[in-house]
């Protein structure tokens, strides 16, 4: 099937009952190459593949380095757009929306948005602070389930600053290593301007490699809800630039059934 506007909610129950946090949407936060991108879309996915008859939208939020083009190639795409030119209209409309969605041969029910490979910042007006709060409002409303995937430098990209705001849960993601930690020290000051609701995050430990170097020092001042474990074929594939490839890793496949299971 492909992308719609939604139908109305006649039981908003049916929607509560299946699942313990009933989020409708989430954004993933953390410092870079931490994963985060990565995971964001493979949860879009598994969204897509089981829910087949609700949409889903998947916002790259990261107007610095664009990941859409380098997770999917080119014959992937049924059509391909750019967020970027949702920046320049004063009052943002569904249907405007939904016609610049860049979207999959193979999922029709996953709408993405995102830059394109050779954009940036410099290509388009400033998101507003308006512009974000109103495109996040529409996907939450036109969407089954909406998944941001925010930008590193949050403090200077808007979409993401306000997604702290507005969505219904924060994904908190770290790696075991002295750069993942001086990044959130760093960077807490900030969190009071986007007034997250520590009532709605989780935090979740992401090991993208096998050296552990300074897990035992991360593990003792740190705590995580989740961890995911190092998965080699994971890393052979993001490589291979194709994240429609299924992954059989099935400690990695369970643990982040995991936590789609208690976030939606």
């Not at 989020?23 to 190459?33: C, H, T, V």
């Not at 190639?73 to 320049?88: A, I, P, R, W």
């Amino acid at each position: 099937m492909g992308l719609r506007p939604k139908k109305p909610i006649i039981n908003e129950e049916e929607i509560l009952d299946k699942n313990s946090i009933g989020a409708k949407s989430i954004l993933l936060w953390g410092s870079s190459d931490s994963g985060k991108s990565v995971l964001a879309t493979i949860m879009a996915k598994k969204l897509a593949e089981k829910n087949k008859n609700e949409n889903i939208a998947l916002v790259y939020a990261d107007e610095i380095t664009p990941v859409m083009n380098c997770f999917f190639q080119n014959n992937h795409f049924n059509t391909l757009e750019s967020l970027g030119t949702l920046y320049t209209p004063i009052k943002l409309t569904n249907d405007l929306i939904f016609s610049n969605l860049t979207t999959l041969k193979k999922y029709g029910n996953l709408g993405l948005l995102g830059f394109m490979r050779c954009e940036n910042y410099a290509h388009y007006p400033e998101c507003s602070e308006d512009i974000a709060k109103q495109l996040i409002n529409i996907l939450k409303n036109e969407f089954d389930y909406v998944i941001i995937d925010g930008s590193t430098t949050f403090i200077y990209n808007q979409l993401t600053s306000v997604s702290f705001n507005e969505v219904d849960v924060c994904i908190k993601v770290c790696t075991q290593d002295l750069k993942s930690t001086s990044y959130f020290s760093s960077n807490e000051a900030f969190l009071d301007t986007v007034d997250i609701n520590k009532n709605k995050e989780i935090v979740l430990l992401n090991k993208i490699d096998q050296r552990g170097v300074y897990e035992e020092v991360f593990n003792k001042v740190n705590s995580y809800d989740y961890k995911l474990p190092y998965s080699q074929e994971l890393k052979d594939i993001v490589e291979k630039g194709n994240l429609l490839l299924d992954i059989k890793d099935n400690e990695l496949n369970r643990e982040i059934n995991k936590i789609i299971k208690e976030v939606f």
